[in-house]
């Protein structure tokens, strides 16, 4: 009787890894469709969108903006904060994804230029502008959840690529 319950407890723990293993692959291609989809949506353009081939990394290669305004520079904090934003609308808020690389870029170029928030405090900015990018992703979720799906057959999506999807 033990041993079968050692077994059912066995099986339970690696069911369980396998479903949260599937879980966290997906979380990164919504994260990354995330990323995509808002920096299309504010009229930006990417290089491409690419995701480990085991799925448990990926990135978005941005398009070198010169002489970013204050507004460019909003728009790339949205685009930072577009991958958590898309798992916390897939997976429920907040969604263990902290996205610590892009909230470390976010912090580093708030840092860099304190301007971007004048007027109001950097909590008071941060809320306004995720509320604003959570609005944006829940809205056009169709278009997320496309594209994470095109980057479970396809590793790298050029921005051309991606386009036909958001068409």
Do not use: W
């Not at 990417?46 to 941005?62: A, K, W, Y």
């Not at 950097?122 to 306004?128: N, R, S």
């Not at 509320?131 to 921005?159: G, I, P, R």
């Amino acid at each position: 009787m033990l041993y079968a319950a050692v077994c059912l407890i066995a099986i339970y723990t690696l069911r369980s890894i396998i479903v949260n293993s599937r879980r966290n692959k997906y979380a990164v291609l919504i994260h990354e469709a995330g990323h995509a989809v808002i920096t299309h949506l504010l009229g930006k353009e990417f290089c491409e969108i690419r995701v480990s081939n085991d799925r448990l990394t990926g990135e978005v290669e941005g398009c070198e903006v010169e002489n970013p305004t204050a507004e460019d520079h909003k728009d790339i904090i949205r685009i930072y904060m577009a991958g958590t934003v898309a798992c916390d609308v897939a997976f429920g808020n907040p969604y263990k994804d902290k996205g610590f690389d892009d909230m470390t870029s976010i912090e580093t170029l708030l840092l860099s230029h304190p301007e971007i928030y004048a007027g109001v405090s950097k909590e008071q900015f941060l809320y306004t502008l995720r509320h604003e990018t959570y609005q944006l992703v829940k809205t056009n979720f169709d278009m997320v959840k496309t594209l994470a799906n095109s980057l479970k057959t396809k590793n790298v999506l050029s921005y051309a690529e991606a386009s036909n999807i958001f068409s």
